[in-house]
Each structure stands twice: as C-alpha cells, then as structure tokens.
C-alpha cells in the first residue's frame, strides 16, 4: 500500500496556506492529518479552549506576513477569529494582515 505524501495530504484537506505549530490551517482551524510526524508540544489543538478555561493559561498567537512572499496571512488570521472555541487568548499580528482580515473591501493598499 502506497501512503499519500504529505503535500497531497494537506491539498485534500483544504488548506489556506499557512500552519500553527507546523499543523496545516483550514477555513475551519488545523487539520488533522494522519501521519508519522508530529509536532512536539505539551497540549493538543483540541485541548486548548479547555486548557486555557480550566488553568487560565494564556496563549500567544504571533502572525506576521510570509517569509518568502511578504503577503499577509489573511486566511490564517479569519479562520482563527471565526472559531467557535478559540484557540488564543492573545495576539499580535502585522498591520496589514489585520487590515485584510477586519475590513476586507479596504484592502491593503495603504498598507505597505
């Protein structure tokens, strides 16, 4: 049996571009993928809504645009805002990633 990459993995899952903690993100949060790899951290995704309500952990979201192209992370940004439970408690984000993702019919044009 011949398993799927993990580029194809993440391409049928519908990814928007970006990760969290090296988890693929999708309009509805981080996809899970069944793999080998894993990333190295203490909690879960899942756990954290319960987490942070439970220990009052804070979590820290740090999103600034693409290394390699400069674009901002729109997607990331929206799909993270728009969960049910959220999975940070704080954030900080460049001024052109919230301006996209906040007022989308402005653009960011006045941004750069």
């Keep these: 049996m011949?398993?799927?990459s993990l580029p194809d993995l993440v391409a049928k899952k519908a990814c928007i571009g970006g990760d969290l903690m090296w988890r693929p993100i999708g309009p509805q949060?981080?996809?899970a993928l069944q793999t080998d790899a894993r990333a190295l951290s203490l909690v879960e995704f899942e756990?954290?809504?319960d987490f942070m309500a439970q220990n009052g952990t804070k979590?820290?979201?740090v999103l600034?645009?693409?290394?390699?192209?400069?674009?901002?992370?729109t997607d990331i940004l929206r799909a993270l805002l728009g969960l049910e439970k959220p999975l940070i408690s704080h954030l900080v984000v460049d001024t052109r990633t919230a301006a996209a993702a906040l007022f989308p019919a402005?653009?960011?044009?006045?941004?750069s």
């Design 59 to 61: 979590i820290l979201l």
């Design 29 to 31: 949060g981080p996809i």
């Design 47 to 49: 756990e954290f809504p």
């Design 2 to 4: 011949v398993q799927a």
């Design 64 to 73: 600034g645009p693409c290394g390699k192209c400069h674009l901002p992370k």
């Design 106 to 111: 402005k653009g960011t044009a006045n941004l």
